[in-house]
């Protein structure tokens, strides 16, 4: 058994990739983590509408989830985020990918 | 070209960085205003979100439309609208924005693209 | 009898490129008339003369070729949307020094003026986005 | 006042333009008509679980639809089409095109 | 190249004709069974629509990857995985499909997941 | 010290090419090693020669280039993806009579095999999505 590092890109709006991966990870936060990165940042916008259901998901199921500092600064979100999420820059992003025996990406 | 003038509606619908189309419908507003069109902006669902302020741009390679902004009024482009429900749903307050603009509702937004004789959905 | 123009925005690759072209075809055969073709963002490696597909594939930059040809269509591919992906006629590839152009013959480069320009002749203006 | 017909090109899992557009123009089936198109074609699987509330509210709001019959043919669901929508060839795109004063795409 | 073998799992998760990306994912299943790794092919989401029969491509540019499933038997490529939950979301029967496959529910998807050294989720 | 492999997908346009560059300058600051850029699909386009981006805008594949010259880095452009896009090296625009080469110097043509010996010879493989 191996660790998974789950890469998040697209926003909800533009990809089911993040409710599909939850489907999958969520049942079994021993194995998994959730980091968001690029577009895929807005499912950290805590007071989003669109967000409530996936945060609560995640809360209640104390999987690890992570998003990447430099999108959500670029994007003019960072004091929006919700308390689930770690912000990590790209020198924790590298060194969270080796934490894991695997990083997959979802687009 | 010629003298003919039209109602253009410009909407920009796509996040910040998440894809050229933002850029490539800011564009079309600027060329559309120097040609002397009836151009209008409307900022839809979450392409409300450009009009917040963005602390840095070193680390993306796409272009900032968000420092484009200001400039608009410098081309006369003053029909600037948003979508009042897609500020709600993401929480935002009008006095966080960087423009002021005119908040519509769905029944609005549906009369502006009625209104319209050309209408680029970006 | 009526007038188009066709606004593509996505590469070869995107399945809307060729949609635009099968109505680029049904519109001439149906008796209609294109105003303009306009290349912008991706749409402009539709105008490329570089690309060599797989033999099993359909060779849509040497289709839409041959159609602007055949029908004598203006075919505009935007110039800053080009430049920024590395597509340049003779011009441009002396003024910054390229090896060579790489524009399709039947193409011609200009501003986004020329899409507020079609937008104001055509009868209709449709955009294929990617 | 003029008519529109609008343009969807994406598949419910990866736009919410579908969502959007209808949000819009539901409530006036007088002034617009919508089209499905390239991979926006997987909306009208009458069968299939995440389109059955849009062809609901569709088939209550007697807003007229359309699908691109090339399309499904090259995606082998023609016969899995609900009764909501008339398929169109492409001659039949383009006469549909001049029937209104606009066209507005949705991606 | 070297002798070493891993567990690969290519997951194609897109419809047909969406993108590049069932394409680009079926080609990575062939080169590394042509590389002799050990190679599983998920078809999961809206990827399980590949499994039906496609009529004519004459009017897309894009591949169809359908035609290239047969030859998957060839190469050796022997462990053909489905989502069953999306299969049943799309209506779509087991005995309509081009291919057999191992049919597996969510828990079952997640183990193989953790199961590979590596998975390319196209 | 572990040892990457970054496949890159999306065109310079698009966000995740400058993801996947800001991770690997991250990744080389902290000790690590780059076994291999990989660009497949629309990712060829940042191995391209002829862009002239606006000066206002990162040029991408110049970014690229410059890492890659700098650490020596092997970046492999994928030939079936390269060819269909029209990015080809010396050799293959003489075998398809192309009036010049636009691959830039430091990149190299070659198959999808590389990919595969990646994912086994590096510690991570990392996909950067379209």
Not at chain 3, 7 to 31: C, D, E, H, K, W
Request: glycine fraction near 4%.
């Amino acid at each position: 058994m191996t660790k998974t590092l789950h890469l998040i890109n697209k926003a909800p709006q533009h990809s089911s990739a993040l409710d599909e991966c939850l489907g999958l990870i969520l049942s079994d936060p021993q194995a998994h983590t959730l980091m968001l990165i690029e577009d895929g940042v807005y499912a950290a916008l805590g007071q989003a509408d669109t967000n409530q259901h996936f945060l609560q998901g995640l809360q209640q199921s104390k999987l690890p989830a992570y998003v990447l500092m430099e999108d959500l600064e670029a994007r003019g979100i960072s004091d929006k985020v919700s308390g689930v999420f770690s912000l990590v820059d790209y020198t924790g992003f590298v060194d969270l990918t080796l934490k894991f025996s695997k990083v997959q990406s979802w687009a | 070209m010629t003298a003919k003038k039209q109602k253009i509606l410009v909407i920009i619908r796509q996040a910040p960085y998440s894809s050229v189309l933002p850029e490539a419908a800011l564009d079309i507003v600027l060329t559309a205003a120097a040609f002397e069109q009836e151009v209008s902006l409307l900022f839809f669902s979450q392409g409300v979100l450009h009009l917040l302020a963005q602390e840095s741009t070193d680390s993306s390679a796409m272009k900032n439309i968000s420092r484009a902004l200001p400039s608009l009024e410098l081309y006369e482009v003053n029909n600037i609208l948003l979508d009042r429900e897609a500020l709600q749903a993401n929480a935002l307050q009008e006095d966080e924005l960087l423009l002021p603009a005119k908040l519509l509702n769905p029944v609005e937004i549906s009369a502006a693209i009625a209104a319209a004789d050309q209408v680029f959905n970006c | 009898m009526q007038s188009f123009t066709l606004v593509i925005y996505a590469s070869p690759q995107s399945p809307s490129s060729m949609t635009a072209l099968n109505f680029a075809r049904a519109l001439l055969a149906s008796g209609h008339s294109l105003y303009r073709l306009f290349f912008y963002q991706d749409g402009v490696y539709n105008a490329c003369s570089f690309q060599v597909p797989p033999q099993d594939e359909i060779d849509l930059p040497a289709a839409w070729q041959a159609l602007v040809q055949e029908h004598e269509i203006d075919a505009v591919v935007c110039v800053a949307s080009a430049l920024k992906r590395g597509i340049v006629d003779t011009a441009e590839a002396e003024r910054y020094e390229l090896a060579a152009a790489n524009l399709r013959e039947g193409f011609v480069i200009s501003g986004l003026g020329q899409l507020i320009d079609a937008t104001l002749n055509s009868d209709r203006t449709l955009n294929f986005l990617p």
